[in-house]
Structure formats: C-alpha cells, structure tokens
C-alpha cells in the first residue's frame, strides 16, 4: 500500500481542482509561510475553502478501508461535541493513485491549550473558572457517552467564541462496534501503561490530566506554566499540585491517578461530577 508524504500532499494540493476526483473550488489557505497545514499521525489537516466555504480538509498519508465504517459511525452519532465529517474516499490524486480526504466544517476558536495560556497570562480567573466549567461538562458527556474520542488533547479541543467546547480530529475515536485499530494516542496525554489498549478507559488519563491542570491554575495563579500546564506530568508537577489538593479528596484522587500503575481511573465519573474546586 503506498504511503504519502507530506510534502507530496501539499504539493498535489496546489495543482488545485485537477488532482480532485469530486470537490471543485478548493482553495488551501495561506499565511506568510505557505499553505496553513497541521501534520498529524495518519495525515494533515490544511484549512481550505471548497466552493466557498471554509473546511478543515484532512489528507490522509495512505488509503485505509476501515475509514469507510469508522466515518459511518461518526455521521450516526448525535453528540453536540462532534463537528459532522464528510468522508470522500479516493479522492485527492497523488500521482499514481487516489488518497482518502475528510472534510470537517470550520469551527472558529482557538485551541484549549491557547486560551488556557492567554488567560493565565491575562490573570482571567473567572473566565478559567468558566474554562473548567465547561471541560468538566465535556468529560461527564463523553464518560456517560457510549463512544470515547481516543486523542483527546487540548490540540483537540475547540474553545468557540461562546466559550463552549468542541472536539475535532476525531480518527481515533473508540466505539463498541469498532475493531481495534492500534491507536496509541498522543504523548504526553496517555499513562505510560496503555499501550494498545483499545477500550472505554483510553480517555481516562487525559481528561484527569487537563482537569487537574485547570483546577490547580485556578486555585493558585503563581504557579509555574513550565511545570504544570497540562504537561506531562514531571517530577515538579505533584509537590507543587499537591498541597491545593490537600483538602479536595476528588481533586486528589485524580491528580494520584496520574501517578498510579494503571490508566483505568476508578470512579472518574464520580470524581468530575463532584469536582471540588
């Protein structure tokens, strides 16, 4: 099976509509350094406008058939936290052959990770504490959901302008239906123990990690952005988190599950819905 790069990809863009099987009108976007493109695991996702309408098009680096049930499964899932992809399979010539693309409608915002440092560096507290609010909602969503979204970082997760929270890239979503598909996540977002694992649990450490992140921001805003925002865990992060959490048992519970032996976090759902912050 043939693999692209990306810079074959981006090149196959800028030939524009003749390299596509179906689209017309696409338009990659640029800034001063070329095409806006992000480079992921299994492809990239440029910003682009098809027939008028801004889209986040994502290329895939090789054609996998299981993309097929995977985007079935997302168009039937009914989830106010999904942006509605549209899959075209051999779509976007490469030279030699067709590649898959996905088409997912543009969500404006900024990332989670931005606006957690832009209020942290603006001294917003009451606008972190909405930050909190509402990613504590995202997790209980997806904890009582059926279908985990298996990547979840704050690269993933969309602050709109109305401060509610979307989640993009979702190819690694895990579904009951779905075979296992051998995705690893991202580090640092995934507990040095899951492997492979492929289950309802793979969203467990990310979430735990982001909460206790925004929690411990929230209670003390002196604390050290190098060290403990939502990082990888070092060996600074726990003795400075810690004491804020002395006397909040939930809190606790998951900043130790960062630590713990297993990704699987004994009642997360309870932790986040009685959050004590």
């Known amino acids: 099976m043939p693999k692209f790069s990306t810079r074959e990809i981006l090149e196959s863009l800028c030939f524009g509509d003749s390299m596509f099987r179906t689209l017309s009108n696409v338009e990659p976007l640029t800034d001063s350094r070329g095409i806006r493109f992000v480079a992921g695991r299994e492809g990239i996702v440029v910003a682009a406008e098809v027939e008028g309408k801004r889209v986040a098009l994502k290329c895939y680096t090789r054609p996998n058939s299981a993309n097929v049930s995977l985007f079935s499964l997302l168009d039937s899932i009914d989830s106010p936290l999904l942006a509605k992809p549209q899959f075209l399979p051999q779509e976007l010539w490469m ?105 309802s649990h793979i969203d467990d450490y990310s979430i735990a990690l982001i909460i206790t992140s925004l929690a411990a921001h929230l209670l003390d ?57």
Not at 103 to 118: C, Q, S
Not at 159 to 185: A, E, F
Not at 234 to 243: N, R, T
Not at 245 to 268: G, M, T, V
């Open 95 to 199: 030279g030699n052959c067709y590649t898959d693309i996905t088409l997912y409608p543009w969500i404006e915002g900024e990332t989670l990770e931005w606006t957690m440092r832009y209020l942290l560096h603006n001294h917003f507290r009451e606008r972190l504490a909405d930050l909190l609010g509402e990613f504590r909602k995202v997790a209980l969503q997806l904890l009582e959901a059926e279908w985990r979204h298996g990547d979840l970082k704050p690269e993933n997760i969309i602050v709109t302008p109305d401060g509610s929270l979307r989640l993009i890239d979702c190819d690694s979503i895990y579904h009951p239906t779905l075979p296992s598909r051998g995705h690893t996540g991202t580090p640092p977002f995934v507990h040095r123990s899951r492997g492979d694992a492929y289950d």
């Open 221 to 277: 805003q002196t604390l050290p952005a190098d060290k403990t925002l939502i990082t990888l865990p070092s060996e600074g992060f726990y003795p400075i988190v810690a004491p804020l959490f002395d006397e909040r048992p939930h809190l606790k519970a998951l900043l130790d599950a960062l630590y713990s032996s297993d990704y699987k976090i004994d009642q997360l759902h309870n932790h986040i819905l009685n959050l004590d912050v």
